[in-house]
């Protein structure tokens, strides 16, 4: 593994040089969606950062085990509430809302989009709602340790004993005097001893379909301590890399920390990382503000803000042509200017093969493959690593158009870099996947069935015969109606 | 709900009008597969029976849950064992087998072929390992009716006692007296009362990798207590319809009945389904005959068995060819001639809407609807039903020789008739265009090419820059060189 890889950790807040604990296995944990509506940009921004980490990991030759966790308990709650679905009859099973449903209703719809997205599944995706086993053991050695308390049947995080041997508020640099004096005792929380404490455990209202039995109460784990219950099963107390949103640092990531620092008496994660969100026309997205894009709405072009659909290959490099640690806003404008380039490279590339060798190289691949290199090395620096392969794309026309030469050597290597940096690591697909076909094929219909009808105009029947005749042989029939005609496979 | 859909209950070993309990809601359990190797012609029987089974209720205006459950427990131990694993390194974490990477590998393999068969993801996909509290509640109480006990952190189902209050034996007519007398006591049985005693928790050994803290033992649940948990927590005590393979009767689905009676004191189920066996060239399916064909292999034709590879779809009508209940006999032969029947019948239905309404109905479609439907609802027979989608074919060919006609009312009638059954309930696809999208296009540049070509020697250029301009506008650019016009795509 002969790298120089360093990636930017945000509890240490300065990029690090990155040495795996049990090289060459690396542990990967990234906070997954939670599946109670449509994915959108945010989810797939932070999907596709992590893909491109784990397709580079892979690249290096690791052995990597990424765990992407589901959220199904907790949040859907609210979901839950907010429809009004409370009132829900109890006269049979099957004509309660079930929330299982909802979930596997978006999860499936998750996993499609981003499979469209060419991201690669990760090893293991748990769900939070099928370790609850594995919570109430945390919760446990969290009470055992001193760090918990139980207030009628629901347990708390007591913030202020843990602070006494550890310190909360490192990952996101908060203090907790300052959090104090910043934050308003809530209604509702009065069985907490600090507004800062949070829940563990929480006593199931009647309200609450999703419920578990426990030495507490029959309830639910509270949010936060799913990752740190799944992190530590399936990767071990210790592993290296954890990544999410920007908008998980606080309160999400530093909770986990905290649970898992009072559980297991040391941190888990060694390298902390964390995606940038997404702005749009310079906003931020919200559902109020009705600029909140679905995957579904930018792949056809249905909503308001979008001028038309782009592909998931266009989207997918529009992410990776900003630094997943900068914010990204997103326009028609900047889609398009993605997509040209996009076209270009793809195009560049699959004219790679039509290059013949020369008998010596008259310019050197090492620079660009070194900067390319250098640049995903540098915290994934993927756009300097994309300007990059714009330079390749510089050379390939150069090389096209016998202007330069390269040894059978030089253009095998060459060849395989270029190839193996846009596909595998930046996990693009190759041109003739990324043309819709149906599009295509009714551009090149129509322009015939012009020609045919200014044939017959002209009254030049051998031109139109011809047309119809060829079309035919294709098993394309047409069709003259009085509204013009139109076309229709035959067998 | 007006229809007579009757069903044949194993339990009760005849066909049974099906009477939802809460209808229109309808509770539909299925024992889905084991996620650890890939998936085989075994498994999509099962799944294609069901989800036609799934696709008729909704065509009947049922509102359906489906659960399919993911068994991802206890049967994982033995592959572990088989493959050598047991010897792992217990160093660190990652690099321990995670039985969980091998769950989700054949789980994504298992849906994306389900997919590509066109079945309909379920409600709700359980698995197992998600739902060991359900599990343990269960057998507290079975152990609590007096109904189990605990040995070594081990607990057994006590047929015994069972047998004394209710009947074990009843779904599979076997008798405790003789199901004794033909059982030998096995080695490694010696925690057990009786042979037929099964594991509900099961302590587990150093070997196994999966295992969860219990008031027994730290263990794991026994295979068949999962589908009692799961079916109850989202069907409720009592449910509709489940179903699964034959090979599932007994001893699983026996021993799912004795568990939840043990547990509620009365049964779950009230109509069990299950769909027979495939057989190879009159064989069995084994590995060991080298005849165990999975679906990659069958879309591919990559088996010494198999002449070629067969479509997703031929595949599919293939199954439905065969009433669920009867064994079918796999054979090249077979699946060629499903291929012609499905193009034929295909091919009809895409006719349809080339037929225009007479005045008059010269026949009635009144009998051939009414059939079909009928065979249906006697058990789903598929087969039957498919032979009067070809009297359907018939009716279509002789509307479009105009033989016969139909008045506007009965050829809508008719027509949706025939694409309700085909694509709604058998879940068949329409005919693939014959031609690929690549091969069309190609095919289409080509004629506009010679098209061009033609007027240029005409020296008509006014028709030859036209062709450029608009090709030009598509995306694609002519390219005139010494071998005759190529084209490319541009940005």
Known sequence: MEHKLSLYNSLTRKKELFKPLHSPHVGLYVCGPTVYSEPH??????????????????????????????????????????TGEDKISKKAKLEQLEPMEVVQKYKLMF????????????????????????????????????????????VYFDIETYNKK?????????????????????????????????????????????????????????????????????LGETFDIHGGGLDLLFPHHECEIAQTVASQGKDHVRYWMHNNMITIDGQKMARSLHNFITLKELFTGSHEKLERGYTPMNIRFFLLQAHYRSTLDFSNEALQ??????????????????????????????????????????????????????????????????KETLDPTDLERFSTFMKNICYEVLGLQPLEQSLTHDSAEEGLLQILVDLRLDARKNKDFATSDLIRDKLNELGIALKDTKEGTTWERIG
């Open 41 to 82: 940009l945010g989810h797939v921004r932070m999907a596709i950062t992590f893909d491109t980490l784990f397709r580079y990991l892979l690249h290096l030759g690791y052995k990597v085990r990424y765990v992407r966790n589901i959220t199904d308990v907790g949040h859907l709650e609210d979901e839950v509430a907010g």
């Open 111 to 154: 996993q499609e989009v981003l499979q469209i997205l060419n991201t690669l599944p990760p090893s293991i995706e748990p769900q939070a709602s099928g370790h609850i086993i594995e919570q109430q053991q945390m919760i446990r050695r969290i009470m055992d340790n001193g760090y918990a308390y139980e207030v009628n049947g629901s």
């Open 166 to 234: 550890y310190t909360y508020g490192q990952l996101s640099g908060r203090k907790v005097e300052d959090m104090l004096a910043n934050t308003r005792q809530l209604e509702g929380q009065q069985e907490k001893r600090s507004p800062l404490d949070f829940a563990l455990w929480k006593k199931a209202g009647d309200e609450h379909i999703m419920r578990w039995p426990s030495e507490w109460s029959e309830g639910f784990p509270g949010w936060h301590l799913e990752c740190s219950a799944m992190s530590t099963k399936y």
């Open 337 to 402: 200017a993605s997509e040209k380039g996009l076209h270009k490279l793809l195009k560049a590339i699959e004219n790679l093969d039509r290059i013949q060798a020369g008998k010596q190289s008259t310019l050197s691949v090492v620079p660009v493959i070194e900067k390319c290199f250098e640049a995903l090395n540098d915290d994934l620096n993927t756009p300097i690593a994309i300007a990059q392969l714009f330079e390749g794309v510089r050379l390939i026309n150069l090389l096209l158009e016998g």
